[in-house]
DNA sequence: CTCATCATGTAAGGAGTTACATGATTGG
DNA sequence: CCAATCATGTAACTCCTTACATGATGAG
């Protein structure tokens, strides 16, 4: 259900059209929230219907329609109703690795094929989110200049360690990650030597 | 898709009725998979319908019935065939860092709290993996010596070695999602403190 | 006899995926 | 005028969740 509050979170900082917010998705907030247009625009005429947004109907060109949508204070609301909450953690689902605990059962080039995918995987995505933490250093990063723009002085210092602090969480992930998967290659060596 | 290469994982060692595979879900695979019964046995059925499992229907008592699962030929392909094929990973969707990213739109409180909750949800599972891994080195595993007596010696040392390692990744994850989270509850303080 | 546990499900719905559909507008 | 991109969706499907349904058996 947290596609919803991601969407709030970045409509709260100022009206975006379903077009708008696909884009934000896949670009920043995107590396902590995946959701692809399909599931936007069904959510968003959801929330309308629900209250919690409100769609502004908007002429571009002859014939052209966009619909912005703002954050009603319903959906103020809900949002901090959220934020207060604790979060639903999902029970534990982990295709790696439950075939890691399974990798006798594979060729030890097999395994090894599938813990190169794993470090490749986790490095891109440590990539996209170190240049995220990059950009907010740098004062670069979009999203969070958008979110400054209508934050006050005071509450600046929090805006920018809060998002650096979560982008910090999913680097520390994939380096951890990272370091499990190459002790695994060691491991496919090891036990390859032991039988050779 | 991995529930089913879960439950081959398993009925591979040997044949298991849909109330044993659930309980084996809730004890040692399911600390890396989890599922419901609800979702285990219409799947059975499914994999019996494109012969992946053979069901062998067995009295027990005067009326009861149960249904035995076993791996076919098939089925031994359809599990290798996963195990030498690339995982898909699922585009990230992480609703704790979602909300790290938002936290300025709390109250101090309301962050420690749910960092609190973080660290507590992480220090549950940990509990539960870290247990995994002393039953493993104890001998104690009910899921590994039921996999041991089944595999020939030279396979032992990998067996337990692979097994070991699944579970040492999700203890290091843990212990980072924790360490991440203190981290957090160190940066509310200094932002209030910063703001009096 | 009764309670725990064995045993197998169904039903309704939420959340997400992939693939497709449709048309408008703007810049070159 | 043509391509990129703006803009908004639908349809079918998989996976998973929660809640409920039903009855048998074995231990005390």
Redesign the pocket.
Known sequence: ????YALLALLRVGPL???????QFSLSVGHLW??????I?????RMEAEGVVL?EE???????????YHVTPEGERLYHEWMRSPL?Y??V?DPAHLRAAYLETADPEDARRFLRGHIEEWQAELAQWEAEIARIDAGESPMLLRRLSVTPEAEREATIAYKRFAYEGMVERARTEIAWARRGLDLVDRLAAGRG
Request: net charge positive.
């Open positions: 259900m947290s596609l919803r059209s379903g077009y708008d917010l696909q884009k995946h959701a692809p247009g399909s599931q625009y069904p959510e968003l005429r769609g908007q002429a571009r060109g002859e014939k052209g329609m966009r619909r912005i639903d999902l029970r689902r």
